[in-house]
């Protein structure tokens, strides 16, 4: 998948869908079993990044791993921050977890 088709079914999902970002929103979403998929920036922090690929694998979440920047991340989701992590809880008329299928 490329990141341009990411990048739109991302932005799809924040239209029609819920999403949660950042660190802490998208553990409490896995740990309390709402996400549908998460999404890391590369260059998230590794304490942030293992932490998160850890409690999705036990919640059988797939994890994404953006081939961007935190700042790519934040720009893909129209914000003007820094955006390391995204859970995926709804993801409306988007097709962003058919994407992402057999991603772990």
Do not use: W
């Not at 998208?26 to 922090?45: D, E, H, M, Y």
């Not at 990044?49 to 720009?75: C, D, M, T």
């Amino acid at each position: 998948m490329s990141s341009s088709d990411l990048i739109r079914e991302l932005q799809t999902v924040l239209k029609t869908g819920k999403a949660f970002l950042g660190y802490r929103r998208t553990i409490k979403a896995i740990i309390n079993a709402q996400a549908k998929l998460v999404i890391l920036a590369r260059n998230a922090p590794s304490h942030i990044s293992e932490e998160i690929k850890y409690y999705a694998s036990l919640s059988q979440i797939p994890v994404y791993v953006f081939n961007g920047s935190s700042r790519e991340l934040g720009a893909a989701c129209n914000k003007p921050y820094l955006v390391s992590a995204i859970a995926i809880l709804d993801p409306g008329e988007s097709n962003i977890l058919m994407l992402t299928q057999g991603v772990t």
